[in-house]
């Protein structure tokens, strides 16, 4: 396997800092969890053993650890694969099952639009809300060249009526009330050139701004998810103004210089989400792309789970 060499996006950066900062579940999922392992361990129970999983997109592992699951609990020797365009490292995470590692091998920084796999090697694909994010037309080649003739990939796919769009919107409207009306970052910034050089008055006050404004943010929106950008800034900013006067000013900047990236990083895969997300109309689509891509019996259906669209379920198998 030859791992792409060229300098990262900052997309796959973006993601590269949220699953090393170590969330292990599927990122988004509506805010909810929603129980989605049994219909993913009925798809893998299908893999006989010898058989290959390729799990697409696979951040942390969530459906590749799902797999490896089903594989020693059925004792099959089933090999798997997770890929990532994201420098991840799943098996570096707290409270990995070093059974179910044997399993899986994780290969990051790897576009789905080229595959570091010789042609026809796996029987299945997997992806939890990851393929709609790739280049599609590139991605579908590669799958039915790394799949055997006769494989089956089984994808959930982000809705754009889907609850999870909906939690990712509410997200986006948060993150903007707290970074274009509050103005924190820049506020964040005043305080820390004003800890190296303005008098304590000064400090005082613009701490006391920071204040207010976190408090009011935080009473208008309680119990919010840990990986939401609100929930952290929120928190960060009282640590930050806790700090002034106890850390040196130098690294107060650095802090906030920090924070400014996670920001970015946070809003690029939030707009990437949205950008994911289909419409029944475009579900037919690839479903016509995968047949002309060498696919058939390509299929997709709304998934509800609790009475809730969570996502798509798209189906198909690489000819004969
Ligand atoms: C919403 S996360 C889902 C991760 C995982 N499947 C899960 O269920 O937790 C989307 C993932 O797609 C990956 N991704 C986005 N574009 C990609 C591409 N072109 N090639 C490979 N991975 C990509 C991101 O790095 C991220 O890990």
Not at 145 to 174: D, N
Not at 267 to 272: F, P
């Amino acid at each position: 396997m030859n791992k792409n060499t060229h300098r990262p996006s900052a997309k796959a950066l973006s993601w590269t800092r949220y699953w090393r900062s170590g969330f292990q579940n599927t990122c988004f999922f509506a805010d909810e969890a929603f129980s989605v392992e049994s219909d993913w361990r009925a798809f893998f129970s299908e893999a006989a053993t010898g058989a290959k999983i390729i799990d697409l997109a696979t951040g942390n592992g969530a459906l590749a650890w799902i797999a490896a699951g089903v594989a020693r609990d059925s004792h099959r020797d089933i090999a798997i694969v997770g890929v990532d365009f994201a420098d991840i490292s799943p098996a570096d995470l707290a409270g990995v099952d070093a059974e179910l590692l044997q399993l899986v091998a994780f290969v990051g920084s790897t576009d789905l639009a080229q595959l570091p796999f010789a042609d026809a090697e796996f029987d299945f694909a997997s992806s939890q809300f990851g393929f709609e994010y790739a280049e599609e037309s590139s991605a579908l080649m590669e799958l039915r060249r790394v799949l055997k003739p006769g494989g089956k990939a089984r994808f959930l796919i982000h809705a754009s009526e889907g609850v999870v769009h909906e939690a990712t919107t509410q997200r986006q409207r948060r993150a903007r009330l707290m970074l274009e009306s509050g103005q924190i970052i820049p506020l964040l910034e005043e305080l820390a050139k004003a800890a190296t050089s303005a008098s304590a008055p000064r400090v005082a006050k613009i701490q006391k701004r920071i204040s207010a404004k976190v408090d009011l943010i935080s009473r208008k929106f309680k119990q919010l998810p840990a990986d939401d950008l609100v929930f952290e800034l929120c928190r960060e900013a009282k640590v930050f103004i806790a700090a002034v006067g106890q850390v040196p000013a130098i690294e107060l900047s650095a802090r906030v210089r920090h924070l400014a990236e996670e920001v970015r990083a946070y809003t690029l895969r939030l707009n990437a989400m949205q950008q994911a997300a289909r419409n029944a109309g475009q579900m037919q689509g690839l479903c016509q792309s995968a047949d002309a891509a060498g696919f058939t019996l390509s299929n997709y259906e709304a998934y509800h789970v609790d009475g809730q669209q969570v996502g798509w379920i798209f189906k198909t198998q690489a000819s004969d």
